[in-house]
């Protein structure tokens, strides 16, 4: 098992533009999962993503993996006010692979 | 409906008491996780438990202990030997892939 770290560790950006975040990892996964927290909640599951796929599509959020930078990226399209919350990356290197959280990304969309 | 259930979800304790922590869940999962965060952290893994009657350490297993009797249930005891257990917690399970979260017990202590 292992963690991703994600960079940005905060976003501050205004409602309406797009965010990014990224994250690294350290060795070859069979997976990666993105989750949202809003604060004092639990974890939200968002998008799983295999490592045979290259890019992923849920609503407004599309995930890219790049196996070879071993990196992924989220983007939030057309933010809103709802979006603000922490984001984590899970990779994970088999499909029963405990799972291991960063420090996550701390997006703020700004009114 | 289906999900996972933490309680409680505020608790105070007094220093050198022990305190369980409850997680139930209905999904028919076959694992369960205990995470600690930490306020303006990420989460770390305390326990997790891949099948019934079995767990395992995580990365911050001191001062923690847990059990996994049924296949619905991973409570999660803070003992005393915590040195510092005020912290939100966090039980989730998953049948491989996706982890379903609770909403978290937050515990301080006195």
């Known amino acids: 098992s292992q963690q991703g770290e994600e960079d940005p560790q905060a976003l501050s950006i205004q409602e309406g533009e797009n965010a990014t975040m990224n994250c690294s990892y350290k060795?070859?996964?069979?997976?990666l999962q993105w989750y949202r927290q809003n604060s004092g909640r639990g974890l939200v599951h968002l998008i799983l993503?295999?490592?045979?796929?290259r890019e992923k599509h849920s609503g407004r959020l599309r995930v890219t993996l790049d196996t070879s930078k071993k990196s992924s990226s989220l983007l939030i399209t057309a933010s809103r006010a709802a979006d603000t919350a922490s984001y984590f990356c899970?990779?994970?290197?088999?499909?029963?692979?405990?799972?291991?959280f960063g420090k996550g990304t701390r997006l703020h969309i700004l009114p | 409906d289906g999900g996972i259930t933490q309680s409680p979800k505020y608790l105070f304790r007094k220093e050198g008491q022990n305190v369980t922590l409850s997680c139930e869940q209905n999904?028919?999962?076959?694992?369960m996780y205990w995470y600690r965060q930490d306020p303006g952290q990420g989460l770390r893994l305390i326990y997790y438990?891949?099948?019934?009657?079995?767990?395992q350490k995580g990365d911050i297993a001191e001062g923690y202990s847990v059990s996994r009797e049924k296949k619905e249930s991973f409570p999660l005891t803070v003992t005393s030997a915590q040195k510092n257990p005020t912290a939100f917690y966090l039980c989730?399970?998953?049948?491989?892939?996706?982890?379903?979260f609770g909403e978290g017990s937050r515990l301080t202590v006195l």
């Open positions: 999904l028919n999962h076959d694992a």
């Open positions: 993503i295999r490592s045979n796929e």
């Open positions: 438990s891949q099948i019934v009657n079995d767990f």
């Open positions: 060795t070859s996964i069979n997976n």
């Open positions: 899970a990779p994970a290197f088999d499909r029963d692979d405990k799972i291991i």
């Open positions: 989730a399970s998953t049948q491989g892939g996706e982890l379903f």
